[in-house]
């Protein structure tokens, strides 16, 4: 799966080579000798250009963090190819890594500051604690899956990130020995904010935590003001559930046999940021209220620059075994289309399917759509599912390609066995 994805493309490459020039020539010769043997160096810096900078974060202090932690240390050795793209990896026992951008864009929402004190719930490969390192004076981090908790409190040692302090529990009930926080940044979803959290944050603190249903989930920014807590609502997102106490208190959880599809017509707005309520991750897209095929509102992806994120995504459950296929209808218009250089940067509709231990078992590609469609066009398919499938992703935009794609009514029916 490649949701996030920014690859590569030889217009910018002019661009990054005065980057990692100028990098090299603002630290000592010593480092700079050292840096450039780092394979992955390139890399990082091109992700942090392309896909975190670009994409609005801000934050000098978060962007030399980001150009600085060796992600490739922090995910599986067969996957350290993929380690500079912007995209979710599995690193076992059901978790991921999150892509780039969602670790610089909570760790910049937050505002670190040198003497922060700062509790990260769902410590997962380390990662963002070490990017929380270089950044404030102390990060204390949980992770309540013992094997996990112990290779990246293990990996984080090794690396001599010594002012992180890992254990092994339940983040729910997060670490009042050492509370209170200035900041708390939870990188798993529980459906409601745990009580515990709250009461060992500041007065004056700053607590980011991705709320919501299983897979409709929006960051909330939580601030403490007079002891109370004042809520902005930010991006929708997808991270994986927090467990223990919160999964015991959840109420609404999703049948896999009866996947369902959130606001397919585009009706319903996040706020006023013409967000579309269910979809993340969206990228240069815009919602439109004219002369719709269906409904009132429709989206449009609009792209210049070959290899730019121009998507979104939405995850559901789904069980492979109850459920043989679904049929899947939507509109499309597209104009001025031009597919990236990579094969897979052209418009089209992905289906991504997952297994039990949330691992990829592959895609079904819908489309892609190579010429213009500049009249409304409804498309209709079958879609077979893979008998392991427990999770599917849509991911539907440019991916890549520039033009623009407008899609309206996304709608999807299970076929049971």
Not at 93 to 113: C, G, H, L, N, R
Not at 258 to 283: K, T
Request: aromatic letters at 6%; one cysteine or more.
């Amino acid at each position: 799966m490649r949701p996030g994805l920014t690859p590569v493309f030889s217009v910018r490459c002019t661009c990054l080579s005065l980057l990692v020039l100028v990098a090299n020539l603002l630290v000592p010769s010593g480092t700079a000798v050292a840096q450039r043997r780092d394979p992955f160096r390139e890399a990082r810096l091109r992700m942090v250009a392309l896909d975190i900078a670009a994409e609005g974060v801000r934050n000098p202090r978060v962007l030399e963090a980001m150009r600085t932690v060796p992600r490739h240390l922090f995910v599986r050795p067969n996957l350290r190819h993929l380690a500079y793209l912007d995209q979710a990896l599995d690193i076992g026992y059901k978790q991921t890594i999150s892509p780039p951008f969602i670790v610089a864009y909570m760790t910049e929402v937050i505002d670190p500051q040198p003497e922060d004190r700062v509790l990260e719930i769902g410590t997962g490969s380390g990662y963002q604690a070490a990017v929380l390192s270089g950044l404030v004076k102390e990060v204390y981090t949980i992770e309540i899956v013992e094997q996990l908790g112990r290779r990246a409190a293990s990996l984080l040692e090794r690396l001599d990130y010594d002012n992180v302090h890992a254990k092994v529990g339940d983040g729910y009930q997060g670490w009042a020995e050492h509370a209170p926080f200035d900041k708390i940044i939870v990188t798993c979803s529980p459906e409601d904010i745990p009580t515990p959290l709250v009461e060992q944050l500041r007065e004056g603190g700053k607590m980011i935590i991705p709320l919501g249903q299983r897979y409709q989930q929006v960051f909330h920014l939580l601030e403490k003001r007079d002891g109370k807590l004042v809520e902005t609502k930010l991006l929708p997102t997808l991270f994986v559930p927090m467990t223990g106490k919160s999964e015991e208190l959840r109420n609404v959880k999703p049948d896999p046999t009866r996947p369902q599809l959130v606001n397919g017509g585009f009706e319903e707005l996040l706020d006023e940021s013409g967000r579309a309520v269910g979809w993340h991750y969206q990228r240069r897209s815009r919602i439109v209220d004219e002369q719709a095929p269906e409904g009132q509102q429709y989206i449009c992806f609009e792209n210049v620059a070959p290899g730019r994120s121009a998507h979104m995504l939405q995850g559901m459950a789904l069980d492979g075994s109850a459920v043989s296929a679904i049929r899947l209808s939507f509109w499309m218009q597209l104009t001025d289309v031009s597919p990236g250089q990579e094969s897979y940067e052209k418009p089209a509709l992905y289906l991504h399917f997952f297994d039990a231990q949330r691992r990829p078992l592959g895609q079904k590609l819908i489309g892609p759509w190579l010429s213009d469609v500049p009249q409304w066009k409804q498309v209709e398919t079958m879609v077979s599912i893979p008998v392991r499938t427990r999770e599917m992703i849509v991911q539907v935009g440019l991916n890549g390609a520039t033009g623009t794609l407008c899609i309206d009514n996304i709608a999807l029916t299970p076929i049971t066995n």
